[in-house]
């Protein structure tokens, strides 16, 4: 597109709004062949006179809602220690976890009592001992909660110190309702030999490696207890929202993620569909977010999806669609304004000058 004999808004005197339809299909380079990461070259670059610039706008798009809430790299894992009943678990030199083994979740599209049902047959299965744990759902508290069945045995699930434990880890704490921002430290629950329950939380020593030590929360009891999880299950930890991300967007907009810095963001777009579905973004609403751009000529745009913390999605190999609209503005060159304190200093000088005039008024009446 060129801005070269292009129809001219009379009122204004600036040229009409364009509008770019771009499909992740059409792109001229992919990037880590992911969809959600392209360049596009434009035949026709947009060029903007000199005095004027864009205010660019996201006014649609349909992104097909085919990633996943738990991703590998990002979720997928959670370390267990299994040992005999009142034997903490092991800490080692980095304080982590040793875990007994570890379980990896294949990437999809889960549900809380899905989760729990597979974590549960993966402890049973891993450990050689069936039914040795249950873990459940709880859809009044939103929370999991867990407790262990076979006599002399105790579970301790590595959310706090696992070895991918923390917000760039591969573990699933806050899914699971272990926020790693809370006092308490890996989960564990057990039972003894008469069948008590117990469980509570262990954090590491305070000298490396060794065994870790224990805070009791439920004491033992012969009643079945289940220990619930400290928060409410996040099971959209890792993808809450969607952000379109753009190379011509780095002056405005903040975001919290990079401590209210500005960011590449050109727009949030929120998941309104079910999995499976189309998430669609329009304009109809006319509540249009516009960032004003100052660039003079555009001829590729780099295009992004990703969630909340700038982490790439993956749509698994489909497209989408995005409508771009670029409204141009006359730059104003403004008086600048004048400066208030030189103002004010101004006037007090102007009074104090007028208390002196009237003084020496006074010294010559009375010499008088």
Known sequence: MSTGGQTKIAETGTPASKVLFINSGDATTIFNDNTSNFMFVLDEPVVVPVHHSILLSLIGAEIPYTFYNFVNGRNTRLDVAHTLYNAPAFYDANGNTTPSFTITLPQGNYTAPELATFLENQINLLSGIPNLVSI???????????????????????????????????????????????????????????????????????????????????????????????????????????????????????????????????????????????????????????????VKDITAIHLRLTNQRNQAIDLNGLNFDVAIKLDFIENQRLAEPENIREILDTAQKEEQDLEEIEEEEKEKTKKK
């Open 136 to 294: 459940i759902y709880d859809v009044n508290a939103l929370k999991f909660k867990f407790i262990c069945n076979v006599n002399n045995n105790r579970i301790t699930l590595a959310t706090q110190y696992g070895v991918e434990s923390g917000i760039d880890g591969n573990d699933m704490n806050e899914e699971l309702g272990f926020d790693l921002n809370t006092p308490s430290g890996d989960c564990f629950f057990e039972r003894d030999g008469a069948g008590n329950y117990r469980a509570g939380f262990t954090d590491p020593p305070p000298v490396l490696p060794g065994i870790g030590i224990d805070t009791i929360t439920i004491p033992s009891t012969p009643i079945q207890t289940f220990i619930f999880a400290d928060d409410a299950a996040d099971m959209t930890n890792s993808i809450r929202t969607l952000f379109l991300r753009s190379n011509l967007t780095t002056s405005s907009i903040l975001d919290s993620f990079v401590g209210g810095g500005f960011s590449n963001i050109m727009s949030r777009i929120p998941i309104n569909a079910e999995a499976g579905g189309i998430i669609s973004l329009s304009a109809t609403d006319g509540d249009v977010h516009k960032l004003l751009i100052k």
